[in-house]
């Protein structure tokens, strides 16, 4: 059974910048993608930032230029790094992964604070 285990959340200022991990179980070249999804307190999961195996990336508009999703084939790991960080980026963060079926982590904490 794969497992993706997340780190890295906390408590951050206004402006400040965390760096996100997703650790997976075995090989990311596994999966055909890789992922970091938010949900805020009463809305919907969505979409922050995709990395394909093959190194292509896309992102949600509210975070272009200031996320940047990133891929360790050798360590088995997915970064997300957050900077330039809002209010509006709380969140519990999670980990994604694609290969026929989606694979999710448990979530990390994301809190920014003005």
């Known amino acids: 059974q794969v497992q993706l285990v997340e780190s890295g959340g906390g408590l951050v200022q206004v402006g400040g910048s965390l760096r996100l991990s997703c650790v997976a179980s075995?090989?990311?070249?596994?999966?055909?993608?890789m992922g970091w999804y938010r949900q805020a307190p009463g809305k919907r999961r969505e979409l922050v930032a995709r990395?394909?195996?093959?190194?292509?990336?896309n992102y949600a508009d509210s975070v272009k230029g200031r996320f940047t999703i990133s891929r360790e084939n050798a360590k088995n790991t997915v970064y997300l790094q957050m900077n330039s960080l809002r209010p509006e980026d709380t969140a519990v963060y999670y980990c994604?992964?694609?290969?026929?079926?989606?694979?999710w982590g448990q979530g990390t904490q994301v809190t920014v604070s003005s």
């Open positions: 994604n992964g694609v290969n026929y079926i989606e694979y």
């Open positions: 075995g090989s990311i070249n596994w999966f055909n993608s």
């Open positions: 990395i394909t195996s093959g190194g292509s990336t």
